[in-house]
């Protein structure tokens, strides 16, 4: 009959069990075994509970439990048939089915042997699991050479399941340091599908972040060949670390890359640092630098700095997929017509926002025009509700333009705006009073003079309207008719240089600007017109927009206007119409479309057209076409499916409709085996200058290990929207 189980430090009846440890016996019967932990846990004065049917010798210092044993230790557990304790050689021995758990670890064994004083243990035949990574394995043995510190001989690692696992390691000696989370073996071998196909003397990787080699990288290219990078993680400090990257190009030799982060309550960063000495194609030394670093000075300060520099044009599409670049480049990796780099202090409270901030750019695309420097440039705006519906916006800036070639200089900007909005349900009205004022201070000034000032009032007047509909099936439909007046007088602005100014890329919401043809302060167009549009939604039962749609004009009154050199020029009655429309007849399909066409609708200026379909995960069908009068003529088609099982492929092609040829061409494909995911992709691009780029990126993961190869997920999100392979 069962009795009440026993500990060492009270004892209570129960109605099933008995009485098995005596009260002065101290000891710790089991720890966590078998990686991360073979058995045992050292002997300290804490309670142990003993469960089992029945008790032999208990009180001579040999006393055997057997049926059932359940031995409990702080947050550990050993399970068997039968369990012997030996006082004299301080050892305990488990027998037929051994189980012993742990946090995060269990592990099942016919036998184990447990030296408690001496935190030693030996298992025979253990079979193990490690929750967090899903990782199992088995041993012909294991033992713990001390505290939390274990060897497994002759032993093998998967995340995979079956008979036959997809890929597993076989060593010869497994050492797990359970104190450090640190895992190393010899003599290894990776089967995969049951073969043998790489070798390793030693290996050794961390359960948790740890300094020590990562997977290596390879790759290859038309314009670097094939590549082989060998990283070295650096575990600096709990926020800190540093990864050091041996790449070896068979066209190009050896560059060494760095990458150092660090991240602090006030403050985070990282820091590239790119080294190619002896360039066999350029013949001279290659080097790339970039640091971004953002920091918070409290009391609404605040500093950031993005500084990037290589050492020649071409860096970016010779080794941009390597080089963990582009958040700082215009037009993408590889087709960057130049870099930027910038640092600021800033200030922001509820009415204000200020700053210094200093940006550079270095030019990379042959002929290639980068903006002006700014260095510096100071700003100060602020934003106060003046009573009820009013309010009072204040812009104002302090430039100095600098450049090696061209008129440079100084700009002041002030900017004040009044204005009033009155809102209701049924629509709003929104007078407004703008002053542009600019003085200039200009250096290498021909033909400009050496100070130029230019004041211009703006008035304007926007207003709207809200038509509601609500259907029987509970859908809604919105009509918006908007409008807005703006008057600028007209003045020539041919003796301002042109330092930030540029024409943009006009769509519907650019009508409602005052300045509705520039962008920057160089040029402000004169303005005696009003711009018409019309928007509308349709909202389903269920609150999803099925589609939405605009289209708006300006009219103007003034029949001369300024072109970008500042000039006076003739101007026509009306604007082109501006079109926008989104629509999604079902919830995974959308089309996407924006257009300009001339004023007499017969001739199209500008058109992008998208169509997207997402009918589940990993599928994504991609149709673009892209047009712009004189410039672009383009049109595209990618996708990422299901092809069969667990495989998918995905594809991008890119066609110039003008020069009659491909820009860029991607083929992939990808395999989720669960336990291990690959995918390979082939890349053609058209570059800059004409230059063409191949190059093959390959990845495969072993879940619960590492990963080899080079990650291409952003290179497949810029050209196969929608898609992702997430391992």
Known sequence: MKRAPYHTQKSRPHPRRRPCLPPGMRMALLGALLLPGMAMAAAVESPVTLYADQVQGLGSGHWTATGHVEVLYGDRRLYADTVRYDQTRDEITADGHVRMISPGLETDAP?????????????????????????????????????????????????????????????????????????????????VLGLPVFWMPYLSFPLKRHSGFLAPSVGSSTINGFYLGIPYYFDIARNMDDTLTVNYFTRRGVMLQNEFRYLEPNYS??????????????????????WQHNQNLGDGFSFNADYNRVSYKNFLSDFGGAAGFGSSFVGGIGNAPYISSSGGLYYNDAHISAGATLQGYQELAPGGAAPYSQLPRLFADGYWRVGRNGYFDWHSSFNYFSASTGPTGQRLDLTPTLGWRFSRGWGFLEPRARLYYSHYQIQHNAPYARAVNRTLPALSLKGGLNFVRYGSNGSTALLQPLFKYTYIPLQSQSNIPIFDASQPYQDFPMIFEDNSLYTGADRINAANQVALGLRGTWLTPSGRQLWQAAVGQIRYFNHRQIN??????????????FLEGQYAPLPDINLIASSQTNALWNQLERLNLRAQWLPGPQRVINLDYRFTRGFVDQTGVSGAWPIYKRWQALASYQYDVTDRKPLEELVGIGYDGGCWAAHMMVYHQILLGGQSNNAVYLEIVLRGLTSLGNASNALLSQYVPGASMEF
């Open 269 to 290: 960063g990282k820091l590239y640092l790119d080294l190619l000495p002896s360039d066999q194609l350029t013949h001279r030394n290659v080097w790339a630098i970039s």
């Open 564 to 577: 970008l050199a500042g000039d006076i020029v003739p101007q026509n009655q009306q604007s082109n119409y």
């Open 111 to 191: 036998k184990a042997t447990i030296h408690l004083q001496a935190n030693e243990g030996v298992v025979v035949h253990p079979r193990y699991l490690l929750e967090a990574q899903q990782g199992h394995g088995h041993a012909e043995s294991g033992r713990e050479l001390s505290k939390d510190h274990y060897q497994l001989n002759e032993a093998c690692y998967t995340t995979c399941h079956g008979q036959k696992p997809a890929w597993q390691l076989r060593s010869s000696q497994i050492n797990l340091n359970q104190n450090d989370n640190y895992v190393s073996t010899r003599n290894t071998t990776l089967d």
